[in-house]
């Protein structure tokens, strides 16, 4: 028998297709996944939301974030630098993290601590800095990676 996945969709779909995934799943975190998704989406102008790697990611150009499904403690979002490594290290001081919710794992890529309920609220402007500083160092390690 064939494994059911849900649907690649891109743009407003892909919202919709990542949805479906969710909703096949009983997550205790779903409101909270739900209100880390919008602002993401909603931290610049581009990205767009997509079913990747079994789970919800976001690309401007490549893809840059993946929400990790897994936890039950607290939302947890992998800042990446998408399908494939650049070779590049991200410059970690044009990455402001104020807060401290970002775990560097590698030169290219970061797990950021989100916590859940009012605690998660309360860091929507720090998540929105940290998306937003995040892909404009991938579009710089990009153009750089694109050189070599």
Same mark, same amino acid.
């Given at each position: 028998?064939?494994?059911?996945?849900?649907?690649?969709?891109?743009?407003?779909?892909?919202? +919709?297709?990542?949805?479906?995934?969710?909703?096949?799943?009983?997550?205790?975190? /779903?409101?909270?996944? @739900?209100?880390?998704?919008?602002?993401?989406?909603?931290?610049?102008?581009?990205?767009?939301?997509?079913?990747?790697?079994?789970?919800?990611?976001? /690309?401007? @150009?490549?893809?840059f974030a993946t929400i990790h499904l897994r936890s039950a403690d607290g939302v947890l979002v992998v800042l990446h630098s998408g399908t494939k490594k650049k070779g590049v290290a991200?410059?970690?001081?044009?990455?402001?993290?104020?807060?401290?919710?970002?775990?560097?794992? @590698?030169?290219?890529?970061?797990?950021?601590?989100?916590? +859940?309920?009012?605690?998660?609220?309360?860091?929507?402007?720090?998540?929105?800095?940290?998306?937003? @500083?995040?892909?404009?160092?991938?579009? %710089?390690?990009? %153009?750089?990676? /694109? /050189?070599?």
């Amino acid at each position: 028998m064939a494994k059911k996945t849900a649907k690649k969709a891109k743009g407003p779909d892909g919202v +919709a297709a990542v949805n479906a995934l969710l909703d096949a799943r009983r997550l205790p975190l /779903r409101a909270d996944i @739900d209100w880390v998704r919008g602002v993401i989406r909603g931290a610049r102008p581009g990205i767009v939301e997509e079913v990747k790697w079994n789970t919800s990611s976001f /690309r401007v @150009d490549d893809f840059f974030a993946t929400i990790h499904l897994r936890s039950a403690d607290g939302v947890l979002v992998v800042l990446h630098s998408g399908t494939k490594k650049k070779g590049v290290a991200f410059d970690r001081e044009t990455i402001r993290d104020p807060r401290g919710l970002m775990r560097w794992l @590698d030169p290219e890529r970061g797990l950021v601590t989100l916590g +859940a309920g009012s605690e998660l609220r309360k860091r929507r402007a720090a998540l929105t800095g940290l998306v937003r @500083d995040w892909v404009t160092e991938l579009e %710089r390690v990009s %153009r750089l990676a /694109r /050189r070599d």
